[in-house]
């Protein structure tokens, strides 16, 4: 049990859909990220959030969009998606954002069609 | 349940000096990957290493090089020659060999590094 939750496991889904993928953590934690996993590549960093703000977006596409409503909850809403976003999408927390340890979520498995 | 344990949550090297981070990992699997990422303060994730269960040499990437010990599921990491570039948090991970439905990665809760000047 990591702390870091994340649902669905896994998410199938063509190229016109509209889904959200959740992350949630109940450690205190102010300070959570988003990475992807694709096969093959080291993990990707794609957003950060400190506080509820967004403090860093690398450079990742539009068709993907996140929310983060409070410090316990994180959202990546996706739309639109190409057949090359298919990987595994991490969510991570930490203390602050100041390079604290990172507790992982299990992924979500996204498959696009 | 797979699970890879870091047992130093810090660590201190002189620089030039040489550093060993151990990390352990318990499975059932036969078929599997490890592997030593490096997160500087951008937060990025660098993969310095990869391992894989099958193989029984060593991996190596100039100056970092890994003592697999399969075995015992110890996975170490040796940094040579240590640099200050080198300051980071480094994590253990774990991957099933397989690629399925399950293929989650495991990490460690990693081993922050300081480089002393």
């Known amino acids: 049990e990591t702390g870091v939750t994340q649902t669905p496991r896994h998410l199938v889904m063509g190229m016109t859909n509209k889904k959200s993928l959740k992350c949630e953590q109940h450690?205190?934690?102010?300070?959570m990220y988003w990475y992807k996993q694709s096969a093959k590549k080291p993990l990707e960093l794609m957003f950060v959030?400190?506080?509820?703000?967004?403090?860093e977006n690398n450079s990742v596409p539009s068709r993907f969009s996140p929310e983060c409503p409070n410090s316990s909850h994180l959202f990546l809403h996706l739309h639109t998606l190409q057949p090359e976003d298919s990987a595994l999408y991490l969510c991570?927390?930490?203390?602050?954002?100041?390079?604290?340890?990172?507790?992982f979520g299990d992924g979500t498995r996204l498959s696009i069609l | 349940a797979q699970t890879v344990t870091q047992s130093q949550p810090e660590m201190s090297v002189q620089e030039a000096e040489t550093v060993t981070l151990s990390c352990t990992y318990d499975t059932s699997e036969s078929d599997y990957y490890l592997f030593w990422y490096k997160q500087p303060p951008s937060r990025q994730m660098i993969l310095v290493i990869r391992?894989?269960?099958?193989?029984?040499q060593n991996a190596t990437e100039n100056r970092f090089s890994v003592n697999f010990q399969k075995a015992a599921k110890s996975f170490s990491l040796k940094i040579s020659d240590s640099q200050l570039g080198d300051a980071a948090m480094y994590f253990c991970?774990?991957?099933?060999?397989?690629?399925?439905?399950?293929?989650?990665?495991?990490f460690g809760k990693g081993t922050r590094l300081h480089i002393l000047p």
């Open positions: 450690l205190g934690h102010n300070a």
């Open positions: 959030y400190n506080f509820k703000e967004q403090t």
């Open positions: 991970a774990y991957r099933r060999g397989s690629l399925g439905r399950d293929d989650k990665i495991i």
């Open positions: 391992q894989e269960a099958y193989k029984q």
């Open positions: 991570a927390s930490s203390q602050d954002r100041d390079n604290q340890p990172q507790h």
